[in-house]
């Protein structure tokens, strides 16, 4: 041989041609390799030299097939299988041979290609170096993927996105060499019938005798059932963790539709019960007709929802009495297509308004809770091929069960909430007061974000001779019983003020109840049961306020110029401690002023820093005070917050702003304790009232005056104060040194006194005492009579 033909790889099937007598006459280049002969070595020599047992040629000729050891060159022997073909020229044979070793190993592969190409689990496809399939075993119905006749390429049967994906990956085996091993690959139908599967793909490049690849052998298997349960389970597991995790019906709504879309389908939504949405149970209907449902929650997998369908907020339109309607309102899920829902709602709008454009496949479960139909969640397939089958109905029944039940808990919790809010805002009183001398706006928020309600209150107390108090306050805790704490203390606070009190004795007060409520608590709940509260006392005629504070953030004070710095307030503990004393403070607040009074709900909206929101708190009433805004807007610029996440607690703002009090709406005088200061102050009551046109009221006022001054100069020594303040009513003051208790008494016929304070009672609208400093004041309420 030459050198150019040794260094081609030689052809395993080794060729001779023999005449009839036995003489090889024709010797292949293949046969000089497996025998290690060249053919002048064996031309014109008989056949049967080269047997290394001549005893395998019976009679002399060789059989037409079977096996044969021949003696190489060499001196080795090699065993061969051969077989003898006849050729047109009756004078000569064809002997073709190979190893015995390389005949064994082609079988195997025959047999492997066979099972292969047999078998219809495993799916087998030998493709060229264009990846045209050349083998396969995927015809149709005998493997669960698209068939592949021979000649075609992936595109021409799937989906031209999976193809161009699976084909990627195939040209990179193809051009590294490098195998690839369990693919997961999801391949869709091209063509109707539609159909998707998931596939695990394995491939491995062909080559030639040379090494040149030649091609890829694909195999894969079915994992298409694996696929759709794991897909399936993570969609349970999602319901699971992110449906009914807040309280709020519309985000547990929002969240189904999110959980379905777009793994489980494209379009989806969820129809709850009017009553449903107000926290109430919904009615029970059965059949057709108007079904009290209200669209709630919207998820499209293409972005915007479409304009064709009902949209959300507005309500489900009435439906025919249809078998999918009676089987829902039983708590059934059902399963239908296009063509079946157009054939049961005879009218085409109502069906654009029920089915979006594309959709093929239709579910819908009832969200079914405590044997109440709280609405359902319907989903459409657009774009997913396959329609809905057994297995989706079973997750979509699941899903919608564990949805219904944190759909009941918002609705529960919705009508607890408003119930509570409607209480607490019951306990509260009118949010706007306006007299001559004092105007207050009060604005309450709960707190959002399915946060309970809490016990923060307000309040505005008109008090004798024109002053007002103003509380604001903030019970620990939160739900019911904070506002039903809240409903004591506001009404104890009110108790206590119509006693005239200074602030920090009704606060003293105020702290022994708490402390007494914490004792008739449940033992789980003394450490919580407590409270923050700010109490003033607004005295027009002084033009000044009076507070005191029981652990609770200090007020602001805007002045008219825009000047806006919190009341250097003395701190004193939370309500329920005990055994602290309250301090007062008095502050100047001119005319045009605002007192702001807020609970720390308040700040937290402005975030979490206390110097910081403090500061943006008074920065923003500034701003609010110099615009001249009215206090409504002023309060509900301050509660407007600026952090953007919804407040986890409620709020509560006092505004207050005070008005001049005329010079000439006042008279004062002082007198000492002598008995004939008695009839100075009466001809200085009866002098003023005829300056004011009041003369109706000089007979009343004088007896008053008379009986008042009288008692102080008996009883209490000087010096004696009267005053006397002209609004809507005419109040007249008598203030002595004394701390003495006036009481009234009904006195005996016998008695020479004892008459005095009943006389004042029945010439006066209302009466009564309060106690500063040093003394005590006496006032009267009259109706002003020209």
């Not at 509380?471 to 019911?480: A, F, I, M, P, S």
């Amino acid at each position: 041989m030459d050198e150019a033909a040794g260094s081609a790889p030689p052809s395993r099937v080794a060729a001779a041609l023999v005449d009839p007598r036995g003489v090889v006459v024709g010797w292949s280049r293949a046969a000089e390799h497996l025998v290690q002969r060249p053919a002048a070595e064996v031309l014109r020599r008989s056949v049967l030299r080269l047997l290394a047992d001549p005893g395998a040629a019976p009679a002399g000729r060789l059989p037409d097939s079977g096996t044969a050891t021949l003696r190489c060159g060499s001196g080795k022997t090699v065993p061969v299988r051969y077989r003898v073909d006849g050729l047109r020229n009756p004078a000569l044979s064809l002997v073709l041979a190979v190893a015995a070793d390389q005949a064994a190993e082609s079988e195997r592969d025959a047999a492997l290609t066979r099972a292969l190409l047999g078998q219809n689990r495993v799916g087998f496809v030998l493709r060229d170096a264009e990846l045209a399939v050349v083998r396969s075993n995927l015809t149709r119905g005998a493997f669960a993927g698209p068939p592949l006749p021979v000649g075609s390429r992936l595109s021409d049967v799937t989906h031209p996105a999976d193809a161009a994906v699976v084909e990627a990956a195939l040209r990179g085996v193809l051009e590294t060499g490098v195998p690839l091993a369990a693919h997961e690959q999801r391949v869709r139908s091209a063509r109707p019938p539609y159909e998707e599967w998931s596939l695990s793909v394995s491939a491995v490049r062909t080559q030639d005798a040379r090494g040149r690849p030649t091609g890829v052998a694909v195999l894969f298997t079915d994992a298409t059932e694996h696929w759709l349960a794991e897909r399936r389970r993570e969609l349970r597991h999602r319901a699971s963790a992110g449906i009914g995790g807040t309280l709020d019906i519309g985000r547990t709504a929002q969240d189904i539709v999110d959980t379905l879309v777009p793994d489980f389908a494209d379009v989806a939504w969820v129809d709850l019960a009017d009553a449903v949405l107000t926290g109430d149970e919904p009615p029970k209907t059965f059949g057709g007709g108007d079904l009290h449902l209200r669209r709630t929650a919207v998820r499209s997998a293409d972005g915007p929802w479409p304009p064709g369908l009902l949209q959300p907020g507005e309500p489900v339109p009435p439906f025919p009495d249809l078998p999918v309607i009676r089987d829902l309102q039983e708590g059934r899920t059902i399963v239908t297509d296009r063509e079946a829902l157009a054939r049961g709602l005879t009218d085409p709008a109502h069906l654009r308004l029920a089915a979006p454009e594309g959709g093929h496949s239709m579910i819908a479960a009832p969200l079914f809770a405590r044997g109440l139909v709280l609405g359902l969640v319907a989903a459409w397939r657009t774009d997913l091929p396959e329609p809905f089958e057994e297995g989706d109905t079973a997750l979509l029944a699941e899903i919608a069960a564990h949805s219904a039940l944190g759909v009941d808990n918002a609705r529960r919790y919705t009508r607890e909430h408003r119930a509570a809010v409607t209480l607490q805002r019951r306990l509260l009183p009118q949010a706007f007061t306006s007299t001559r001398v004092m105007e207050t706006t009060g604005l309450y928020r709960p707190a959002s974000g399915g946060a309970e309600i809490g016990g923060d209150w307000f309040d505005a107390i008109a008090l004798p001779s024109l002053r007002t108090a103003l509380v604001v306050g903030d019970v620990t805790g939160h739900g019911l019983h904070a506002t039903a704490t809240m409903g004591r203390l506001r009404t104890a606070v009110q108790t206590l003020a119509d006693l005239e009190l200074t602030p920090d004795e009704l606060l003293a007060h105020l702290d022994d109840l708490v402390f007494r409520l914490a004792g008739e608590a449940d033992p789980a709940q003394r450490d919580v049961v407590g409270a923050t509260c700010l109490v003033a006392v607004h005295d027009p005629v002084a033009g000044r306020c009076t507070m005191a504070a029981a652990g609770h953030p200090p007020p602001l004070l805007a002045l008219p110029g825009g000047q806006v710095a919190e009341v250097a307030v003395r701190p004193g503990p939370p309500l329920g401690v005990g055994g602290l004393p309250f301090e007062a403070t008095t502050v100047d607040v001119p005319p045009g002023s605002v007192l702001a009074l807020y609970t720390d709900g308040l700040l937290q909206r402005y975030g979490a820093d206390l110097g910081a929101t403090t500061r943006e708190l008074t920065g923003r009433l500034a701003r609010a005070q110099s615009a001249g805004g009215d206090l409504t807007a002023i309060a509900q610029a301050l509660m407007a917050g600026s952090v953007t996440h919804p407040p986890r607690d409620d709020a509560a703002v006092l505004l207050a702003r005070p008005s001049a009090l005329e010079a000439s709406s006042v008279a004062d005088w002082e007198f000492p304790a002598d008995p004939r200061a008695v009839a100075s102050a009466r001809e200085a009551a009866t002098g003023q009232l005829a300056a004011w046109g009041l003369d109706g009221n000089a007979f009343a006022t004088e007896l008053i005056v008379s009986e008042l001054v009288t008692n102080a100069v008996r009883y209490a020594g000087g010096p004696v104060g009267l005053r006397m303040i002209r609004d809507e009513v005419l109040f007249c003051e008598v203030t002595d040194p004394s701390n003495t208790q006036p009481r009234m008494r009904r006195a005996l016929t016998g008695d020479e006194g004892g008459r005095g304070l009943f006389l004042v009672a029945q010439l006066s609208r209302r009466w009564g005492s309060r106690y500063g400093q040093t003394g005590k004041t006496i006032w009267v309420e009259q109706e002003p009579a020209e």
